[in-house]
């Protein structure tokens, strides 16, 4: 299984970025799927997910800016990010748990990919 992000960047804060996730070795619809955000100094968060059977749910902090979406045909998954702040910016990994009754850790993750928002 290999996970690999893309689509980070630096954005003016009010601006837009979309994250990318490729993953390979696998099959989306039998997996949890997740953003996770780290900033240094704290523990990584989840900001976005997706169960095995489609049903989103974001952070509180970034209801009504964020999105997450996923393209079964092409094993993509994606985090659609608007109204950026600065403190979104941080380290965003892109995450695959095997759906076996429940959302199995550790997973499979990706290398990160940076998001940088300025005021």
């Known amino acids: 299984v290999q996970v690999v992000e893309s689509g980070g960047g630096s954005v003016q804060a009010g601006g837009s970025l979309r994250l990318s996730c490729s993953a390979s070795?696998?099959?989306?619809?039998?997996?949890?799927k997740a953003w996770f955000r780290q900033v240094a100094g704290k523990n990584r968060e989840a900001v976005a997910s997706?169960?095995?059977?489609?049903?989103?749910t974001l952070a509180d902090s970034v209801k009504g800016r964020f999105s997450i979406s996923q393209d079964n045909t092409k094993n993509n998954l994606f985090l659609q990010m608007d109204s950026l702040k600065p403190e979104d910016s941080g380290t965003y990994y892109c995450?695959?748990?095997?759906?076996?009754?429940?959302?199995?850790?550790?997973?499979?993750w990706g290398q990160g990919t940076q998001v940088t928002v300025s005021s």
């Open positions: 997706l169960d095995h059977d489609g049903s989103a």
């Open positions: 995450v695959m748990f095997p759906w076996v009754g429940y959302c199995h850790s550790p997973g499979h």
């Open positions: 070795g696998l099959t989306l619809g039998t997996y949890c």
